[in-house]
Structure formats: C-alpha cells, structure tokens
C-alpha cells in the first residue's frame, strides 16, 4: 500500500527558532494534507495543498505541495510554546479515498 | 454540535469481547471516515461512508472489524473477539462531501487487556 515517510521523528528546539519537516511517497498524491495533534484529542487541519508546486500559508505556517506531488514539507517560522504537538502529513490520491497518513513529526520545544 | 464526538472517550474490555464505538459527525456532512492510531503511530484509514452509497472498506484489518452507519448521521464501529494488538485510539472524521476538508473528534481510547 501507499506509504508515507515523514522526517524529522521528532524536533527538540528553542523558542524563537524556525522549524521545517518534511514527507516524501512512493506514489502521487492528488492533496497533501498537514495536521497537528495536541495529546488526548484527534487531527486538526493545519493547511491543504491541492496543485503541484502551490505554495500556501497559514499565518507562521508555510507548507508546500512538490512538483512530483510526491512530497510536501511544512515550515513553522519563529516558534512559540504553543506549537508544542505533533504534526503529520496526510496524502490522498482521489476524492472519495481514507487519507493517508505519516508516522508524524514530535515537536517539542525548550524554553 | 459544533464538532464531530465520539463516545466512550475511553473503553477497557477483556480480550475475547466485543465493542462498539459510537461517532456523531457534524451535522450535514455527508462523508464519514474511521481510523485507527496505534501508538506513537500515524494513523490507518480504516472505512469511509459517503451518504447512500456501499461504504469503501478497503482498511478493515480482518473480519472481526465491522460499521455501520444510518443515512448521513451516526456510525458505530464494531469489533468482535476482541484482541490486545486492538488497543489503539480510534478516531473518527467528517467532511462535508469527498473533497472537503476532514474534521477529526477526540476519539476513543480502547485498551484490550
């Protein structure tokens, strides 16, 4: 079946500091799909990447579709407690597919 | 409601039993997917359901795993004999059609002992 290889595991890091993370397939995907997930609760949908080579932002969340559209990677710019979570990449290839989701990036930040 | 709950919030049951998992999407989404997050992991589509149409259930682990789901509104997952590599989180979503975005509920913490 179709995978998702998501880098970093995880992200020790000092406020302030800007991260990047990224996914990579083995096959197309038609959306890519960035989410984080706060403990004890489910996905939440940070940014959605629908063309080849779109580039989209979502406040300090910068995310960008590849033109192979078999990977994507998420930049976060001058981090805050608050972006403490982890963060996975969602690929689906049609519209009526289940998603599919990376092993997901920890984020942890040092104050 | 606002968002998409699932109940129970946290189920232990004994290997062999069998469980039901409830999720409430959003009101008006026609579209409803289950996953399963093990721990640690990503999570694994499981089965989706999209209005009246033959659910997609391509995910479904084994035959043990079954859900149902009445018109556009609530959908139970069942497992039957249930075994300890069950326990995971199980998390439900809701879109408003197959391309729309996919709004997660909390889940359902199982643990198979």
């Known amino acids: 079946g179709q995978q998702l290889n998501q880098s970093p595991q995880s992200m020790f890091i000092q406020e302030g500091e800007d991260v990047s993370m990224n996914c990579t397939s083995s096959s197309i995907f038609n959306t890519w799909l960035w989410y984080k997930q706060d403990p004890g609760e489910g996905p939440v949908l940070l940014i959605a990447?629908?063309?080849?080579?779109e580039l989209t932002s979502n406040g300090r969340l910068t995310a960008q579709f590849g033109i192979t559209r078999k990977d994507s990677f998420l930049n976060i710019s001058a981090s805050i407690p608050s972006d403490v979570g982890i963060y996975f990449c969602?690929?689906?290839?049609?519209?009526?597919?289940?998603?599919?989701f990376g092993k997901g990036t920890h984020l942890i930040i040092q104050p | 409601g606002a968002g998409v709950s699932q109940s129970p919030s946290n189920k232990v049951t004994e290997k062999g039993k069998d469980v039901e998992l409830r999720c409430d999407p959003i009101?008006?989404?026609?579209?409803l997917y289950w996953y399963r997050q093990r721990l640690g992991q990503g999570l694994e589509f499981l089965i989706y359901?999209?209005?009246?149409?033959?659910?997609?259930k391509s995910g479904l682990p084994s035959d043990r795993f079954s859900a149902e789901r009445t018109g556009e509104s609530v959908s139970t997952l069942t497992i039957q004999r249930t075994q300890q590599e069950d326990s995971a989180v199980y998390l439900c979503a809701s879109s408003g059609s197959v391309t729309e975005t996919q709004y997660f509920g909390p889940g359902t913490r199982l643990l198979v002992l």
């Open positions: 990447l629908y063309k080849a080579g």
């Open positions: 969602a690929g689906r290839f049609g519209g009526a597919d289940g998603l599919t």
């Open positions: 009101s008006g989404h026609t579209a």
């Open positions: 359901f999209q209005g009246n149409s033959a659910p997609d």
